[in-house]
């Protein structure tokens, strides 16, 4: 049997499938950013050619704001960076380290965010997420989309308070030595000083 069938990762297989959508599939995902799937137009092809099959309807949704999201947060020519960070969290870290030097104000103000960002419930969190993307696409941070979905399915879930403090432990924690963050395997190996993808 083989293991490259869409049941036996479908968040991979998701993601591979939207990384080789053509220009005019991302525009239609791009264009649907900010709604629901039952609010979406022109697109139902297009996400569900690349939905894999058995996904359980009430995450429909959540696949289809990461397929959005993707489309607006990503480039054709490079839609895979070498080094994404490990998880939402240490991807607003870079944006927080290449603004530090510019502003206290504006890390004050991307603080800010990030702590609304971890208050949101499931229902404001669509909102919160695009318009921390838009940011992250501003300042060229690339995000690893996999663990994206993966936490965005567990947001209204038990475990939903781990996702959390990842994110907020990957964003807040002090700068680590290279030897340190190679040390633990459960921590993020992207949560460096160099903000270079």
């Known amino acids: 049997m083989s293991s490259t069938t869409s049941s036996s990762d479908p968040i991979d297989y998701f993601i591979r499938r939207l990384e080789t959508l053509d220009s005019g599939g991302r525009a239609r995902l791009k264009r649907n950013a900010g ?8 697109v139902y092809q297009v996400f569900f050619s690349i939905l894999p099959f058995g996904v ?15 489309a607006a947060g990503t480039r054709r020519d490079n839609p895979r960076p ?34 609304t960002l971890l208050d949101a419930d499931r229902e404001q969190l669509d909102f919160r997420l695009r318009q921390l993307v838009s940011l992250l696409v501003a300042h060229e941070v690339a995000v690893d989309w996999r663990r994206l979905l993966r936490d965005v399915l567990d947001w209204d879930r038990e475990d939903r308070q781990s996702v959390k403090i990842t994110w907020a432990r990957h964003y807040y924690a002090p700068a680590r030595t290279a030897t340190n963050e190679n040390s633990s395997s459960t921590t993020d190996s992207s949560v460096a000083i160099s903000t270079q993808e």
């Open 35 to 42: 709604r629901t799937l039952n609010e979406a137009r022109d």
């Open 56 to 70: 359980h309807e009430r995450d429909h949704n959540d696949y289809f704001l990461i397929a959005t999201l993707y």
């Open 82 to 115: 070498a080094n994404p960070p490990r998880s939402f969290g240490a991807s607003l870290r870079r944006v927080r380290q290449q603004i530090q030097a510019d502003s206290d104000d504006r890390q004050i103000s991307l603080d800010k965010r990030i702590e």
